[in-house]
């Protein structure tokens, strides 16, 4: 047990959550690699939601609610980690949600499914096409899900699948904690925060959001603005740590 | 099957090799996702040993050559990456090979020092007792080995080892990527350098080292000037990419 008092609780407590998703079958092993590269630079951001992504946060509610056909894509790291803030979120925002796994199998499919709908999470169901412009099983997604979606919000996204969702037109909301990723520079908007922190203040900003504002952030809207206040936080930190 | 010419060809290979150790119980699912942080500290010192961390393996160099018993402590990482790089560096360096685990179990013990012996490194054995000032299983060394070593390479080490090898009065010689973790600052000799590319290196330097170079390495060591160094280098690579 990690003592509720340890300065990186929330760290530790997402770490061992992902671990036990392995040993369930809900994560696969790249994923626990992929979450400890989001914990270094996290680590770089002070493990803290920074101004700039605040302002990201309220952005992807102005997105979601400016939709039409708005959807989450899961995977297995989001499900393991944020089950509960994807429900909320649902809610709050009238986005379907679909699972979406790059290291796909059936048996995986059915073990998220069952887990996000455990936390009470509506999933979209139905027969997977090879819909999206990429080779092989990773173009699978549902006709009636993220084909047809006009906002798509993909937490902890591949490269080439973001690229993929914006070639065909959609506004691509990721969370993403490297701002240098490919799928960070690829999307329409990148929030460069923690998965379990960010997810909670984007449905807040659902049910506070008024047209006006919602509107304003939009037209405002600069991600490289975004990228490069997430790169000088992280300089920051490093030059705090010569002093 | 990751092609040899892709830009990160290395980085990927060690990710496979890693996602395989934990298939095959060499390395637990909390050591891929401290794989991964290492990955994203790499990835800001542009995957390339800086000349500070080239240094820093020439001295490492020397101080195993000066240590009167000096050993290499392996954990479940290490010995998946770079089972051959620790062989030879044993036999360049004359140290002796333990194999010493934060997750400790019997099967892991075996699987691991099997696998070293495969790769016909020379595993010290016997009975472990708690001999590190540290509590339950975490204090398990052998008394002809770490305990009554004067010099431990330690590559990957947990903060509290290296602190508790560090009060034992041992020179202390640690591979870790991320300058800011306990390790990093604890040791007393930190090279932030991945670890398939400093255990050559310190190999090579053991090779060619005469004694006065070894000794002037040893009096003109200044740790913080190393970390500095890394530190300063991951901020190069983030001012770049604000460009």
Do not use: W
């Not at 989450?72 to 979120?89: F, H, K, P, Q, Y």
């Not at 959609?170 to 929030?191: E, G, M």
């Not at 490069?228 to 010569?242: H, N």
């Amino acid at each position: 047990m990690i003592p509720k008092d340890h300065p990186r609780y929330q760290s530790l407590v997402a770490r061992e959550r992902i671990a036990d998703a392995v040993r369930s079958n809900i994560v696969v092993v790249e994923g626990a690699s992929a979450h400890g590269r989001g914990e270094a630079f996290d680590y770089l951001l002070g493990e803290a939601s920074s101004a700039s992504a605040k302002r990201a946060e309220k952005t992807a509610a102005a997105f979601l609610l400016a939709g039409s056909r708005p959807i989450i894509s899961v995977n297995g790291n989001t499900a393991a980690l944020a089950a509960d803030e994807i429900r909320e979120l649902a809610e709050a925002s009238g986005a379907a949600v679909e699972v979406n796994l790059f290291h796909r199998t059936e048996e995986r499919m059915a073990a998220i499914t069952a887990h996000l709908q455990a936390a009470g999470v509506t999933v979209l169901e139905g027969t997977a096409e090879r819909l999206l412009p990429l080779s092989h099983d990773r173009a699978l997604c549902l006709r009636e899900g993220i084909y047809a979606a006009d906002v798509v919000l993909v937490p902890l996204e591949d490269g080439d699948r973001c690229e993929a969702l914006v070639s065909m037109g959609k506004t691509v909301i990721t969370i993403d904690l490297n701002p240098l990723s490919r799928t960070a520079q690829t999307a329409t908007l990148t929030i460069v925060d923690e998965l379990t922190r960010a997810l909670p203040r984007i449905t807040q900003a659902c049910r506070n959001m008024t047209h006006e504002t919602g509107e304003q952030l939009m037209a405002d809207h600069d991600n490289q603005r975004l990228l490069y206040a997430a790169l000088q936080r992280m300089q920051e930190t490093l030059a705090d740590a010569m002093d």
